[in-house]
């Protein structure tokens, strides 16, 4: 009987090993954890009062490959835009690629929960006195549409 039970215990084990070495499994839970990870990011930049992304500016960078300073001040102002469409585009891949059930399937589920967490951010920030971004609601849900085709 004891041999039994062990032979059953050891065959569950290497069904586990063998689940365990899937690169499908960890890609997904590889996704999930970064999906977590840039949610909490991202919900430390939406809660601030206001955020100054020109300390994110590469300046020294951007003025030795010869940008002029007006470009600099262009880009500056409208770099939030960029980092938009970055969350936009990544959140989207991640949420479709961790394949959460009944969230990310079918993968428009995904789209439309991201395109409405866009805009309830933007919403969001208006209730704080941030200001509603219609540009900026904008950028993000065209990136994530074009997540969503790349990836569909």
Partial sequence: MFNF??????????????????PQ??????????????ILLMS?????????FAHWVPHDYLRSIGLSYSALLYFEQHADKLLHI????TLTVLLICSEIEKISRPKHRALILI??????VELLQFQ???????LDAGVGILASYWAFSLIK
Avoid: H, P
Wanted: charged content about 20%; some cysteine.
């Fill in 5 to 22: 039970e062990l032979r059953q215990f050891t065959d569950s084990v290497r069904c586990n090993e063998s689940i365990m070495t899937d």
């Fill in 128 to 134: 704080i006195g941030r200001g509603f971004g219609v």
């Fill in 44 to 52: 430390s930049l939406v809660f601030r009062q206001s955020y100054n």
């Fill in 25 to 38: 499994l960890y890609r997904k839970w590889f996704c999930r954890t970064a999906l977590c990870c840039l």
């Fill in 115 to 120: 395109v409405t967490g866009l805009i309830l």
């Fill in 86 to 89: 970055v969350i936009a585009f």
